[in-house]
């Protein structure tokens, strides 16, 4: 379900609920400073539906302090005096990485509880996190400039230009709920590292991950003007935030719909837009069956689903099909559904019941049109069983839209030229995987997909946490994140020349 307001009467740092489970009581932060408003966000449990914590929420007041704030933090006007040197910013995420190694555990209980994710993948989330930190800290410490000599034609001169990254003055963040901690890292963390100070709108769907991170780099020496985290109603945070002309880049990351509407609200700023997916899984017909069997169930089913580059198509030769559907749905119920704090379980709840209720009705839908159900299928609240559907038709919704959760779609196709259609069919161009042992097609692939990202023998999400990452089409506008690609996007280039 939903997370809903209450009334700020006896909100405490910690507190215990009506059935003796700890609640975590945070708030929204202006410049390091915790906020003063009547209004709290309760957040519950997906799972059981507990209150898991509580958030002191922001109005648009606060919007205007977070943004004062983070722009009288430095001075552009040619005074340098309290910009971060690399050196400062570097030893920041340094003590902050060495805190959060920590208390990596006290996250992934959070991120799980507030999520509903799997324990197992809330902790592979904080060690992905991990790696963030330590990429964005050791990417401070290498000069970004360039060095272009001019007397390299007739008409050149003796000069030299040189290129520096300057950090812009202020970045919007507008984070989702699906990785609830590692897409706040993969904003907040590049931005640091190069200088610009950030304001966070985290998902009020998990708010509180994002807001223990803020309170961990405050801890470690993050100069509070640097960072301002802030939960409250769309109208009052959200629009006016990305709206404001003082911010000079917005980056979001999130679904279609809300991602284009930014776009249109922006205005004259920096946007970047990382949006949906679904993600295609390529078996050829010499593919190593196994293999393809333990990407396709990885990849429909880690994260319950829920990641932008989960397979949400599995697309299998016409030869192989029967092999691959028989060894598949076998492997499909090893992933145990259930409670996401025990251990053994592997998918965990979506985000909300009413996830739930949409993914079950697409199946509904499907099987309509044609498709059978071969495993799972069944819906308990926000807990959705892995699902195998074969015969899906090529127009069914939940291969043509993207559906957010553990389902696993298989469509066939007769040839490569045949795959690469299916394939590039739908509004989304995000990233894919291919299983094969063939040169040529894997080639081909690479070329001819119209994706951000084509992984031989990898599921669609294979990447490393500095490596570009990014979606064409309706799953973004082609500029790349990743720590590095990141660190550029939150600077702007100077170039100056001297005699030389
Ligand atoms: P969402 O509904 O678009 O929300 C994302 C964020 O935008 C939330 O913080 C939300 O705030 C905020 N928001 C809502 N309306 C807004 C508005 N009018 N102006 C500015 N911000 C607004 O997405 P979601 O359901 O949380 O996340 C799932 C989606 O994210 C999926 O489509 C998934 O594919 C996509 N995703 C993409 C990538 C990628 O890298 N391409 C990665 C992960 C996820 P509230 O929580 O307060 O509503």
Redo the contacts with the bound molecule.
Sequence with gaps: MSNNEIDVASHKQKSVSENGVDVINLSSYVAGKKIESDKILEVHSPYDNRIVGTVIQANCSHVQQAIEAALSGKSFSGKTGNILTRYERYSILEKARNIFLERKEEFAQLISAESGLAIREARYETNRAQDVFLFAAIEILNDDGQIFSCDITPNGKARKIFTLREPLSLAVC??????PLN?VVHKILPAIAVGTPVIL?????TPLSAIRLTELLYEAGLPHYMLSTL?GP?NEI??PL?KDPRVSIVS????????K??AT?AGYKKVIL????NDPLIIMEDADIERAVFLAAEGSFRNSG????AVKRILVHEKIKDEFIKKFAEKAKEYKCGDPSDPETRVGTV?DEAAAIYLEKVVKKSVEQGAKVIVGGNRKGALMEPTVIIDVPRNADMVVY?S?GPLAPIMSFKDIDDAIALSNSTAYG?SSGVVTKNMEYALRFVRELNVGTVNINEVPGYRIERSP???IKD??LGVK?GVIEAMKCFTFVKTFSLPW
């Design positions: 507008i984070t989702p709920f699906n990785h897409q709108k985290p998902s009020e769907k939960l769309t959200a629009e990305v979001f990351t999130g679904s279609v719909a809300v991602g509407h930014i609200t990382e949006l949906g997916g829920q990641r932008c580059t985000i993207e957010f995000l990452f990014g979606g799953s973004g994140e």
